[in-house]
C-alpha cells in the first residue's frame, strides 16, 4: 500500500519496503552526578529556609572592586573646600570683603568645628592638660545655652547650626594665641589683646546667628556670646 506525500517534508512509504530498512542509533552515554545525599541535603535546607522567610541568609554579596569604593572623608561627608572657606567667613567678618558669610550657619557641618574646637584643646594643654575636656564640654553645652535662648526669643536657628558657629569662632582665639606666648610678660598690651580677641570672636558669631528677626532682642543674645568666648579664654589662659 502506497501513500503519497502531503507536503515536502514527509513520505509515507508502503510496509513492504519499511521491512528492507534497518539500522540501530547508539545512546550516548550520559552519567549525571547529583551530588548524592549532600546535594539534596543542601537542596532541603535551602527550601527551609526560604519557606520561613530567612531565604536572605543564603545571598551572597558580590564584593565592590578596591577602585570603586569612596574615600573615608567621603563617607564622613567631609568637604575640605567648604570647611576652608568657612575658616575664612569667620576670620575676616567684614562684609566689605564679599565673602558669603551666610553659608557657615545656613550649611553647617560638625567636623570643621570639631577640627577647630579641638585645635584650641591642643593649644591650651601648654598652660594645663586638664581643661581639654572642659573646652569640648563647654562648646556642646555652650552652643546648647545659646541655642535654647535664640529660640525663647524668637530665632529661628536649628542647634547645628550654633554648634557649627560657635565652634568656628574659636578661631580667633586660636590666632592670638601665639602672641599671647610671646607679650605675656607685658600686662597691658597681653591684656588689650585678649580683649580685642573676645571681641573678634563674638562678633563672628554674633553677626552670623544674631539676625534681624531678634529686632530689639539682639543684646540678649550678644552678652551670652560674649560671655561665653570670655570663658573659652579664661580656661586657655588660666585665669
Sequence with gaps: MQFSPTNGDFTFVSSTDAEELSGSI??????VNMGGSEATKDTYASTFLRQRGYGWLLEVEEDDPE???PLLREELDIDLKDIYYKIRCVL?????????RQVVRDN??????????????MISIYGQFRVVSWIITIWIFGSLTIFLLARVLGGEVSYGQVLGVIGYSLLP???IAPLLLVIGNFDIVSTVIK???????????????VGDEFKTKKPLLIYPIFLL?????????GV
Excluded: E, H, Q
Design 92 to 100: 575676616m567678618p567684614m562684609p566689605s570683603l564679599g565673602f558669603n
Design 173 to 175: 582665639l586660636i590666632v
Design 195 to 209: 580683649l580685642f580677641g573676645v571681641f573678634w570672636a563674638a562678633y563672628s558669631a554674633a553677626s552670623l546667628l
Design 229 to 237: 568666648y570670655i570663658y573659652f579664654l579664661s580656661l586657655y589662659t
Design 108 to 121: 553647617p557641618d560638625f567636623w570643621g568645628p570639631l577640627a577647630v574646637v579641638l585645635l584650641f584643646s
Design 67 to 69: 577602585d570603586n569604593k
Design 26 to 31: 547508539d545512546a550516548p552515554d550520559v552519567k
